[in-house]
């Protein structure tokens, strides 16, 4: 079986975490692979971790609900390790002169290392509150990860998510049928990434290889590269921020440091990223931090899959991987790795939260107001999942509160899946590539919503003669939900299974 541990570093890593969760809904990475996230991150109210921990929780509550089926739709195992501040056991002392005594550093038998940290720190970058993540500064990141050690990592109530997940990875290993892949993912250009991914990946290489461990585990990173500038952040008179213009000098320290320093630590590294830079608001770490997603983080999770070609002992010679698209100007389907697979599987995800979104949850809420034997008359296919009278058969009612609840959970997910998608789909400055969502702006399954009918336009390249038009057709795809036959699963649960089957 396989099985993933992805570690997002910081805020792009959040939202490279928040691609691999989508993709891993639609089974992706394999319909029986277990995926563990653990997300590293100093600002606690980043605006992309949250949206990134709402995602995750919503498709937890949606595989909970709707695993076992008879497709891979929500069916791979999640496991949550929550959030790891690396400020944790300092949140009281979260700015470099405290954390590091400063005062202590003026004594004389320290005052060398107190000229030391001055030279390295500028006074604002002392004093600068590092509850709101390291500032797109490594140097601030590094001397804070410096800290961290090997045993007290996986040791000691605050780090208890690290424990958990070296417990499941020695577990996996033990049973001697699981590939095991640890993959980090993040930037390299900004402050926690930059400092964070090769300082973990080197400890936790370590203690694989202190367990003997080493050699049956991938240890691979999605890193990307700058995709993304900004301006000063407008919200405060702030000295120490992120700047664009250090991305560069940022990333190439990085790639130094993973060189000289990382021998080991990685088998793949996968180096990702856009030379036309997107533009996003800036502003220094918190809630407001929150920018949408990018097709850069799509590539990041679609190198998990890669991890699994030719899987065999760790411990070889690290690679780089290389990608191009076939042209700056737009992306097309061939740019992915694995491209018509990649192409049949988001689509048919993307065909499948629209139809179940923009129709069949509304289908559904309709049939609860008019009764199951009312709206069966418009809708035959209604009554392959559904009483039609309480006590009539084996199958549920649809107004019963357990499927009222399913319809909303995957209604939510549904929502949650367009918007990443049509983010992803904006992302490039030739406008939407792979899927054309501009037009769909009422994610919220809470405010009304429109009715609508056809599939075929979603997916760019989709075929477009008129038996695909047809087959895309919701129409026809109900015709089919009625002509078929039952496989004993009901209600909403073998609704939506039938539904994702039939796309």
Same mark, same amino acid.
């Given at each position: 079986?396989?099985?993933?541990?992805?570690?997002?570093?910081?805020?792009?890593?959040?939202?490279?975490?928040?691609?691999?969760?989508?993709?891993?809904?639609?089974?992706?990475?394999?319909?029986?692979?277990? !995926?563990?996230?653990?997300?590293?991150?100093?600002?606690?109210?980043?605006?992309?971790?949250?949206?990134?921990?709402?995602?995750?929780?919503?498709?937890? %509550?949606?595989?909970?609900?709707?695993?076992?089926?008879?497709?891979?739709?929500?069916?791979?195992?999640?496991?949550?390790?929550?959030? &790891?501040?690396?400020?944790?056991?300092?949140?009281?002392?979260?700015?470099?002169?405290?954390?590091?005594?400063?005062?202590?550093?003026?004594?004389?038998?320290?005052?060398?290392?107190?000229?030391?940290?001055?030279? !390295?720190?500028?006074? %604002?970058?002392?004093?600068?509150? !590092?509850?709101?993540?390291?500032? *797109?500064?490594?140097?601030?990141?590094?001397?804070?990860?410096?800290?961290?050690?090997? %045993?007290?990592?996986?040791?000691?109530?605050?780090?208890?998510?690290?424990?958990?997940?070296?417990?499941?990875?020695?577990?996996?290993?033990?049973? *001697?049928?699981?590939?095991?892949?640890?993959?980090?993912?993040?930037?390299?250009?900004?402050?926690?990434?930059?400092?964070?991914?090769?300082?973990?990946?080197?400890?936790?290489? +370590?203690?694989?290889?202190?367990?003997?461990?080493?050699?049956?585990?991938?240890?691979?990173?999605?890193?990307?590269? @700058?995709?993304?500038?900004?301006?000063? @952040?407008?919200?405060?008179?702030?000295?120490?921020?992120?700047?664009?213009?250090?991305?560069?000098?940022?990333?190439?320290?990085?790639?130094?440091?993973?060189?000289?320093?990382?021998?080991?630590?990685?088998?793949?590294?996968?180096?990702?990223?856009?030379?036309?830079?997107?533009?996003?608001?800036?502003?220094?770490?918190?809630?407001?931090?929150? +920018?949408?997603?990018?097709?850069?983080?799509?590539?990041?999770?679609?190198?998990?899959?890669?991890?699994?070609?030719?899987?065999?002992?760790? *411990?070889?010679?690290?690679?780089?991987?290389?990608?191009?698209?076939?042209?700056?100007?737009?992306?097309? &389907?061939?740019?992915?790795?694995?491209?018509?697979?990649?192409?049949?599987?988001?689509?048919?995800?993307?065909?499948?939260?629209?139809?179940?979104?923009?129709?069949?949850?509304?289908?559904?809420?309709?049939?609860?107001?008019?009764?199951?034997?009312?709206?069966?008359?418009?809708?035959? &296919?209604?009554?392959?999942?559904?009483?039609?009278?309480?006590?009539?058969?084996?199958?549920?009612?649809?107004?019963?509160?357990?499927?009222?609840?399913?319809?909303?959970?995957?209604?939510?997910?549904?929502?949650?899946?367009?918007?990443?998608?049509?983010?992803?789909?904006?992302?490039?400055?030739?406008?939407?590539?792979?899927?054309?969502?501009?037009?769909?702006?009422?994610?919220?399954?809470?405010?009304?919503?429109?009715?609508?009918?056809?599939?075929?336009?979603?997916?760019?390249?989709?075929?477009?003669? @008129?038996?695909?038009?047809?087959?895309?057709?919701?129409?026809?795809?109900?015709?089919?939900?009625?002509?078929?036959? @039952?496989?004993?699963?009901? *209600?909403?649960?073998?609704?939506?299974?039938?539904?994702?089957?039939?796309?």
């Amino acid at each position: 079986m396989r099985k993933i541990y992805a570690i997002g570093v910081g805020g792009s890593g959040a939202k490279c975490l928040e691609a691999i969760v989508f993709l891993h809904a639609l089974g992706i990475y394999g319909p029986d692979c277990q !995926l563990g996230i653990l997300l590293v991150d100093a600002d606690a109210s980043n605006g992309n971790s949250q949206r990134a921990s709402i995602n995750l929780t919503s498709a937890i %509550e949606a595989h909970q609900k709707f695993k076992n089926g008879k497709t891979s739709l929500l069916n791979g195992e999640i496991v949550n390790y929550g959030t &790891w501040n690396p400020l944790g056991d300092v949140l009281h002392a979260s700015d470099l002169e405290t954390i590091f005594n400063k005062q202590s550093l003026q004594t004389a038998t320290m005052l060398p290392l107190g000229k030391l940290f001055d030279a !390295l720190y500028s006074p %604002e970058e002392q004093a600068a509150d !590092l509850k709101v993540g390291f500032r *797109g500064r490594p140097p601030i990141g590094s001397i804070v990860m410096s800290r961290l050690e090997l %045993e007290t990592l996986i040791s000691g109530a605050e780090r208890s998510a690290w424990q958990r997940l070296f417990s499941n990875v020695q577990t996996d290993l033990g049973d *001697g049928n699981n590939q095991v892949v640890i993959h980090f993912c993040g930037s390299i250009f900004g402050g926690t990434g930059a400092s964070g991914i090769p300082t973990l990946a080197k400890l936790v290489a +370590n203690q694989l290889q202190h367990e003997n461990l080493r050699n049956s585990v991938r240890i691979n990173a999605s890193l990307l590269l @700058p995709y993304f500038g900004f301006e000063k @952040p407008n919200d405060g008179d702030q000295t120490v921020y992120a700047e664009t213009r250090f991305f560069a000098l940022n990333t190439q320290a990085a790639l130094q440091y993973l060189t000289e320093q990382a021998d080991g630590s990685f088998d793949r590294v996968y180096l990702i990223g856009d030379q036309d830079k997107k533009q996003y608001k800036s502003h220094t770490g918190g809630k407001n931090q929150q +920018n949408d997603a990018h097709f850069v983080e799509l590539y990041a999770a679609l190198a998990l899959n890669h991890a699994f070609e030719k899987f065999g002992p760790g *411990g070889e010679p690290t690679k780089g991987l290389y990608i191009s698209r076939t042209s700056g100007d737009g992306l097309l &389907w061939d740019d992915l790795p694995d491209s018509q697979q990649i192409k049949q599987d988001l689509g048919k995800g993307v065909k499948f939260a629209y139809a179940w979104f923009y129709n069949f949850s509304l289908e559904l809420e309709e049939a609860v107001k008019l009764g199951g034997s009312r709206f069966v008359k418009g809708s035959p &296919w209604f009554r392959n999942f559904f009483s039609l009278k309480n006590g009539q058969d084996e199958k549920p009612l649809v107004s019963a509160d357990a499927e009222k609840e399913l319809n909303k959970t995957l209604a939510v997910w549904s929502a949650r899946f367009l918007r990443w998608a049509q983010q992803i789909a904006a992302s490039h400055k030739g406008g939407d590539q792979f899927f054309q969502l501009a037009s769909l702006n009422e994610f919220d399954p809470e405010k009304p919503r429109s009715y609508h009918e056809h599939l075929h336009a979603l997916v760019v390249g989709q075929d477009t003669s @008129p038996q695909t038009v047809y087959a895309n057709s919701l129409d026809t795809i109900k015709n089919q939900l009625t002509d078929q036959r @039952p496989t004993g699963q009901l *209600g909403v649960f073998g609704l939506a299974h039938a539904l994702f089957d039939l796309l």
